[in-house]
């Protein structure tokens, strides 16, 4: 069974920054995609970034320029480092692993003044 567990979130102030930690339980996350969404509230559910197993990363054009996906395939883990946080940047944040549809339960971000 195929298990994420995110870590990392919290309150910043707009400008700051925030590095998401996901753990990955069940399957080895090394040939495989790897992505991060987000929720804010009364809004769907919005892919924000994604990594493959070749490090080709992409991003959703809201986060473009101030996010950064990573991976460590030795310790099973997925990153988002996020820099110049906005109050739009305000989310549930999760980790998502496509090829099992597997979810983590998600970690809260606010960024407020």
């Known amino acids: 069974q195929v298990q994420l567990v995110e870590s990392g979130g919290g309150s910043v102030q707009p400008g700051g920054s925030l590095r998401l930690s996901c753990t990955v339980s069940?399957?080895?996350?090394?040939?495989?995609?790897l992505t991060w969404y987000r929720q804010a509230p009364m809004k769907e559910r919005e892919l924000v970034a994604l990594?493959?197993?070749?490090?080709?990363?992409q991003y959703a054009d809201a986060v473009q320029g101030r996010f950064i996906v990573s991976r460590d395939n030795a310790k099973n883990m997925v990153y988002l480092q996020m820099n110049s946080l906005r109050p739009e940047d305000t989310a549930v944040y999760y980790c998502h692993f496509p090829m099992f549809d597997s979810w983590g339960q998600g970690t809260q971000v606010n960024v407020s003044s």
């Open positions: 069940g399957k080895t996350i090394s040939p495989y995609t």
């Open positions: 990594i493959t197993r070749r490090d080709v990363q």
